[in-house]
Nanobody
Framework: QVQLVESGGGLVQPGGSLRLSCAAS????????MGWFRQAPGKEREFVAA????????YYADSVKGRFTISRDNAKNTVHLQMNSLKPDDTAVYYC??????????????????WGQGTQVTVSS
């Protein structure tokens, strides 16, 4: 059974940093695209970042470009999201996701087959 578990969320002041991690189990995802999405209160879930199986390609939402960095460690079946210069608008539940059949990352949540339970990130002073 495939399981994705996010960690690293929490409360941080504006301008601060957090590093989210997502550990996958039940299957090896080293060849498959992985992504991060987020959902703020009262809003729909939106794309944040995605990375190809080999880490050769990465994509970011315009709202996080230059502040967030996605990376992966295929040996550990994990994906990370380094978040710097955090803003109150970044407050949301962050989800990791995996495409179960292709290395190619996309921005569409419907393309992802497996999802974690989410981790809360709150940016507030």
């Amino acid at each position: 059974q495939v399981q994705l578990v996010e960690s690293g969320g929490g409360l941080v002041q504006p301008g601060g940093s957090l590093r989210l991690s997502c550990a996958a189990s039940g299957r090896t995802f080293s060849n498959y695209a992985m992504g991060w999405f987020r959902q703020a209160p009262g809003k729909e879930r939106e794309f944040v970042a995605a990375i190809s199986g080999s880490s050769s390609s990465t994509y970011y939402a315009d709202s996080v470009k230059g502040r967030f960095t996605i990376s992966r460690d295929n040996a550990k079946n994990t994906v990370h999201l380094q978040m710097n210069s955090l803003k109150p608008d970044d407050t949301a539940v962050y989800y990791c996701a995996v495409r179960g059949s292709t290395w190619y990352p996309t921005m569409a949540e419907g393309d992802y087959d497996y999802w974690g339970q989410g981790t809360q990130v709150t940016v507030s002073s």
